[in-house]
């Protein structure tokens, strides 16, 4: 893609592009960046995964038992495998 002035868009590298894809299972672990400094990231498991041309959004319940879908914003989101997960 060329931008203005004739200049050449410099592409992510891969594993840019790869974390940018990674789409949470079922199972999977979420955490959802704070907007306030110094408030910890927000954590929950996902029930379920929804697909829409808009993107995938998420059926999560919550470290305080409550359930809500949510669409996270590019960039506020870390899926942690559920089999990567420590034990308690």
């Not at 004739?6 to 590298?13: D, M, N, T, V």
């Not at 409550?66 to 960039?75: K, Q, V, Y």
């Amino acid at each position: 893609m060329l931008l203005p002035g004739g200049r050449r868009a410099l592409s992510p590298p891969d594993s840019a592009r790869q974390v940018s894809d990674v789409i949470g299972k079922p199972g999977d672990l979420i955490s959802i960046e704070s907007e306030k400094v110094g408030k910890p990231a927000r954590e929950g498991e996902i029930l379920e995964v929804l697909v829409s041309p808009s993107g995938p959004h998420y059926r999560v319940r919550w470290d305080d038992g409550h359930e809500s879908d949510i669409r996270p914003a590019a960039g506020s989101a870390r899926i942690i495998p559920a089999g990567t997960r420590a034990r308690t």
